[in-house]
C-alpha cells in the first residue's frame, strides 16, 4: 500500500474484510453480510463501495452488469499500517505498551501465547 492510500475507515475495513476472505464480490453479494452486523441500507453500501474505488482502497470490474469488486490493498499492509498509526498516536511508539494493553484487554488463547513466543523467540533468539 503506498503512502498516498488513505486509512480505511471501520466501515471501510469491514467491506475490505469481506472481499479479503471471500475474494471479489458485488454489492449484493456484500450486503447481506453487513446488514447481518448492523442496521445499513444498500444504497450506503454501493456508495461506500464507489467511494472506496476513488480512493484506491477497490478496483472495480465494469465488465459484467453487476460491477465487481477487489480488495486493491493487501490486508497484510493495511493492518501493519493501522498498527503503526496506533502505536505512534496511542503508545507513542512504544510496543511493549501496546502488546501490554493488548494482553490485559482480552485473555489471550494458548494457541496465542504460543505464537507470542515464537515471535519473540525469534527477535531475540540469544534469550532462549
Same mark, same amino acid.
Given at each position: 500500500?503506498?503512502?498516498?492510500?488513505?486509512?480505511?475507515?471501520?466501515?471501510?475495513?469491514?467491506?475490505?474484510?469481506?472481499?479479503?476472505?471471500?475474494?471479489?464480490?458485488?454489492?449484493?453479494?456484500?450486503?447481506?453480510?453487513?446488514?447481518?452486523?448492523?442496521?445499513?441500507?444498500?444504497?450506503?453500501?454501493?456508495?461506500?463501495?464507489?467511494?472506496? /474505488?476513488?480512493?484506491?482502497?477497490?478496483?472495480?470490474?465494469?465488465?459484467?452488469?453487476?460491477?465487481?469488486?477487489? /480488495?486493491?490493498?493487501?490486508?497484510?499492509?493495511?493492518?501493519?499500517?493501522?498498527?503503526?498509526?496506533?502505536?505512534?498516536?496511542?503508545?507513542?511508539?512504544?510496543?511493549?505498551?501496546?502488546?501490554?494493553?493488548?494482553?490485559?484487554?482480552?485473555? /489471550?488463547?494458548?494457541?496465542?501465547?504460543?505464537?507470542?513466543?515464537?515471535?519473540?523467540?525469534?527477535?531475540?533468539?540469544?534469550?532462549?
Amino acid at each position: 500500500m503506498t503512502t498516498g492510500t488513505p486509512i480505511p475507515s471501520n466501515s471501510e475495513l469491514e467491506i475490505l474484510h469481506i472481499l479479503w476472505k471471500k475474494g471479489p464480490q458485488t454489492v449484493r453479494e456484500i450486503y447481506p453480510a453487513l446488514k447481518r452486523k448492523r442496521e445499513i441500507g444498500y444504497t450506503t453500501v454501493l456508495k461506500t463501495m464507489q467511494v472506496m /474505488a476513488e480512493k484506491g482502497l477497490l478496483t472495480r470490474d465494469e465488465s459484467e452488469r453487476s460491477h465487481v469488486y477487489s /480488495a486493491a490493498v493487501p490486508e497484510k499492509s493495511i493492518k501493519r499500517r493501522l498498527v503503526s498509526d496506533l502505536l505512534d498516536r496511542v503508545f507513542e511508539g512504544s510496543s511493549a505498551n501496546l502488546v501490554l494493553q493488548a494482553l490485559s484487554t482480552k485473555r /489471550a488463547s494458548p494457541e496465542d501465547i504460543r505464537k507470542i513466543r515464537k515471535l519473540l523467540n525469534a527477535q531475540n533468539p540469544e534469550e532462549k
